[in-house]
């Protein structure tokens, strides 16, 4: 079965500077979707980031990148420039080439100091 | 505005009292499912439908029904609350994965559920 980690429950970081937020997933699928979901205080689920396990190319969405590494199983989410409207949930989320079920992970909260 | 809308947002109830949530999208989506948010737990899958009266079994469908009579709307009934459902839910809906894999999960609101 497949399963998502996100070690780190809780980070910080000042406002315009870069934090990495990790996840790693567990699969024996070769074909897959990843994701990164953020909830911010009015809990609605808004889609930051999608990569695609075939695509070598890392995804990319302004200040949001992610570091897509098939081999170890990682994706991990860059916020460059961080704003304090960053603050929020974030979760990672994996789903199967040809499944519509999403698995999550256990969220890290994000906090943006001024 | 393509939308997943979920009613109550808010709810205080007691201990066996019947209660439904309901989910309507307006995307003509085949795919409908419901999760619960818990702390440290993350969204855990209760239910989900690939079309008009398909319904299946996510990770933690005891205490929980749905229905799936109408290709919008994917209602989550609790016949019987007790207060482990206390929760936050989220329906949410997208096309089926088929060949192209695009879909994306669109989200509802959500509906914090307290079970007194």
């Known amino acids: 079965a497949q399963t998502v980690t996100q070690s780190q429950p809780e980070m910080s970081v000042q406002e315009a500077e870069t934090v990495t937020l990790s996840c790693t997933y567990d699969?024996?699928?070769?074909?897959?979707?990843l994701f990164w979901y953020k909830q911010p205080p009015s809990r609605q689920m808004i889609l930051v980031i999608r990569?695609?396990?075939?695509?070598?190319q890392n995804a990319t969405e302004n200040r949001f990148s992610v570091n897509f590494q098939k081999a170890a199983k990682s994706f991990s989410l860059k916020i460059s420039d961080s704003q304090l409207g960053d603050t929020a949930m974030y979760f990672c989320?994996?789903?199967?080439?040809?499944?519509?079920?999403?698995?999550f992970g256990t969220g890290t909260r994000l906090q943006v100091f001024p | 505005e393509a939308q997943v809308t979920q009613n109550p947002r808010y709810l205080i109830t007691v201990t066996g009292k019947k209660l439904t949530v309901t989910c309507s999208q307006n995307?003509?989506?085949?795919?409908m499912s419901w999760y619960r948010q818990d702390p440290g737990l993350g969204l855990r899958q209760i239910y989900y439908?690939?079309?008009?009266?398909?319904?299946d079994k996510g990770d933690v469908p005891e205490g929980y029904k749905v229905s799936r009579k109408e290709k919008r709307n994917f209602p989550l009934i609790l016949e019987s609350p007790s207060p482990n459902q206390t929760s936050l839910y989220f329906c949410?809906?997208?096309?089926?994965?088929?060949?192209?894999?695009?879909?994306?999960?669109?989200f509802g609101a959500g509906s914090r559920l307290t079970v007194l």
């Open positions: 995307m003509n989506h085949e795919y």
């Open positions: 439908s690939m079309n008009v009266e398909v319904t």
């Open positions: 989320a994996f789903r199967g080439r040809n499944t519509d079920k999403l698995i």
């Open positions: 949410a809906s997208s096309k089926l994965a088929g060949d192209s894999g695009a879909n994306v999960l669109t």
């Open positions: 699969t024996s699928e070769n074909n897959y979707y």
């Open positions: 990569q695609e396990a075939y695509k070598q």
